[in-house]
């Protein structure tokens, strides 16, 4: 962890008025977004797109601010299991097949 | 459309209510970051007792579930966590599962009638999460003791050697297994899902003690499995007109803040933490629908209980599905309080 990393404001400003505007831009059209979304066949994809880009605005925001709250990962290493086979043993080179 | 059946299945939203799904939100967001799924079950019926339909209810969860695992998922993939090709062949699985689940579901239904139906789903919900939940507990209380690194199930390591065809190899999860083996997997989440719409309650045990995966792997990869069926069940209710937008987006705005935290919070907790609050979640929630049954055995005539007492047992009933989610996201926030600590100070003395 570097205590001195620089955090990400201007992102986090950006992203969190972007989310704000299209919350308040839901609220002001609710009736009309409701109406449209209920009408269902080629309207579905309204409800489907609106949760993808809210998804992108408020989730890039949401991760910012943990990242400026100080709230970072602390380990990247992959996750890995003891799947595998004990290692070989012998350490003479395998038999190949040359076809 | 109708704007009279519009204005019933769409309600009137006060700041209560908004305040109780963004909160609710939040706190499930953060289990299913965590643990991969299971943050989701409370919302359905807490929508409902806001006076919103079911339909519409069931509708607008698996509208937000969705994007909440796409956003998961890519956070911890970023972690290194996510087999992608792991989760998208369980998913095609899990599909025909969903599938096999709304047949089983319709034939209970047609012999039984709705009560038995209702029925139905509260004994497989009871008797799966006190199976898989209990064999989740266990492990992970071993695990806890042992304080080594986590050890794959010998159930797992002996399907492994088995070489049937076709053998497929997942590289993320390191492991090479038969597809047959990831087949039942796979079916099971979908089964559950199209049941107890908590399909993860199956494919990520699934995952660590059938095939082999760490609890990370499973339950990062279940946020991929989460995504492909939450986005499907939504296009098809959204062709049905019944989400509700507004709904979604209020959950939406807490669960997207809680799953990158609970996602987060995978990186610096000891594994078998993942399975500890699974566990807790599962076997608190078991004894939740518990509470549930009588009613059902009422209405088809097999008990005799007063009205009042049922209401009262829904109600301990909602609250212990609620206090589920609670307790999950105090152990998870407890344990990385915990181990953020030595990590800071760690910090504060290299400064």
């Known amino acids: 962890m570097q205590a001195k990393a620089k955090k990400p404001v201007a992102k986090l400003m950006a992203y969190g008025i972007c989310s704000v505007a299209l919350y308040a831009a839901v609220y002001q ?32 925001f949401a991760g910012t601010l943990w990242e400026v709250l100080g709230v970072n990962a602390v380990t990247k290493a992959p996750a890995q299991t003891a799947t595998r086979a004990p290692a070989r043993q012998d350490s003479r080179p395998r038999a190949t097949v040359s076809v | 459309m109708d704007m009279l059946n519009d204005a019933a299945r769409f309600i009137q939203l006060d700041p209560a209510g908004i305040c109780f799904l963004f909160i609710v939100g939040f706190i499930g967001g ?50 290194g966590q996510v087999d992608i090709k792991l989760g998208l ?44 939940g209990g064999i989740v507990m266990r492990d992970a209380l ?24 076709p053998m497929m190899t997942f590289k993320k999860a390191n492991l090479r297994i038969s597809m047959w083996f990831l087949l039942p997997v796979g079916l099971a989440t979908g089964l559950l899902a199209a049941t107890i719409a908590v399909g993860g309650f199956v494919g ?31 296009v098809n209710w959204a062709m049905q007109g019944m989400v509700d937008i507004r709904l979604t987006l ?76 609670v307790v999950g996201a105090v152990i998870i926030l407890g344990s990385m309080f915990r181990a953020k600590r030595p990590v800071a100070a760690a910090a504060t003395s290299e400064a």
Request: charged share 10%; aromatic share 10%.
């Open chain 2, 204 to 234: 990520v045990p699934g995952m660590i003690y059938i095939l082999g995966a760490s609890s990370l792997v499973a339950s990062a990869t279940e946020l991929v499995i989460a995504f492909v069926m939450g986005l499907a069940g939504s």
């Open chain 2, 142 to 165: 071993a695990s806890a003791k042992s304080c080594g690194a986590e050890q794959t199930c010998s159930l797992a390591l002996r399907l492994q050697k088995i070489e049937l065809w």
């Open chain 1, 29 to 60: 059209f609710q009736d009309l977004l409701l109406t449209t979304s209920a009408r269902g066949g080629v309207f579905t994809a309204l409800p489907i797109a609106t949760v993808f880009l809210f998804s992108w605005v408020h989730g890039t």
């Open chain 2, 250 to 325: 209020i959950i939406l705005a807490g669960s997207l803040l809680g799953v990158q935290l609970g996602a987060i919070g995978t990186t610096f907790v000891k594994e078998h933490m993942i399975k500890i609050v699974m566990g807790t979640i599962m076997l608190i929630v078991a004894l939740s629908r518990g509470f549930a049954m009588p009613k059902y055995l009422a209405k088809l005539g097999l008990m005799d209980v007063t009205p009042d007492t049922i209401a009262l047992l829904d109600k301990v009933s909602f609250g212990f599905m609620v206090v589920s989610l």
């Open chain 2, 30 to 79: 953060l289990v299913s970051g965590f643990i991969g799924s299971g943050g989701a079950f409370v919302l359905t019926p807490g929508m409902m007792s806001l006076g919103v339909p079911g339909t519409v209810a069931v509708a607008s969860n698996m509208c937000h579930k969705f994007p909440k695992a796409l956003v998961g998922s890519i956070k911890r993939y970023k972690y």
């Open chain 2, 89 to 132: 062949y369980l998913a095609a699985f899990a599909g025909i599962g969903v599938q096999i689940g709304i047949k089983i579901q319709n034939y209970v239904l047609n012999l039984w009638g709705p009560a038995g139906s209702d029925l139905y789903v509260s004994v497989s919900f009871v008797a799966v999460l006190v199976v898989v």
